[in-house]
């Protein structure tokens, strides 16, 4: 059974950056395409950025122009390069992984714990 863990969370100031972190364990990961989404309490779930195994990327309005995502399967890990930070951005970040057409349309079959990203001043 694959395991995701986010980590590289905390609290930046606006205009600030961040690098998130999803690793895996348990399963073949360098087959799977992982998203990025995020969620604050009492918003609806976003979805971030998406990429294939390939390394094709998907990014979606909250992260155009700003995000980056990548992996380096060797470490079985995604990144989540996040820049220009503003308050807005405060969230809990998920990663999840799956089907790089599943991912697409919907979250993977494995997630991860969250990460807090908090963005104030």
């Known amino acids: 059974q694959m395991q995701l863990v986010e980590s590289g969370g905390g609290l930046v100031q606006p205009g600030g950056s961040l690098r998130l972190s999803c690793s895996a364990s348990?399963?073949?990961?360098?087959?799977?395409?992982v998203a990025w989404y995020r969620q604050d309490p009492g918003k609806q779930r976003e979805k971030v950025a998406a990429?294939?195994?390939?390394?094709?990327?998907k990014y979606y309005n909250p992260a155009l122009g700003r995000f980056t995502i990548s992996r380096d399967d060797a470490k079985n890990t995604v990144y989540l390069e996040m820049t220009a930070l503003a308050p807005e951005d405060t969230a809990v970040y998920y990663c999840?992984?799956?089907?790089?057409?599943?991912?697409?349309?919907?979250?993977?079959?494995?997630w991860g714990q969250g990460t807090q990203v908090t963005v104030s001043s």
């Open positions: 990429i294939s195994p390939s390394g094709n990327t």
């Open positions: 999840t992984a799956g089907i790089w057409s599943q991912v697409l349309l919907r979250p993977g079959d494995y």
């Open positions: 348990g399963g073949n990961f360098s087959t799977l395409a």
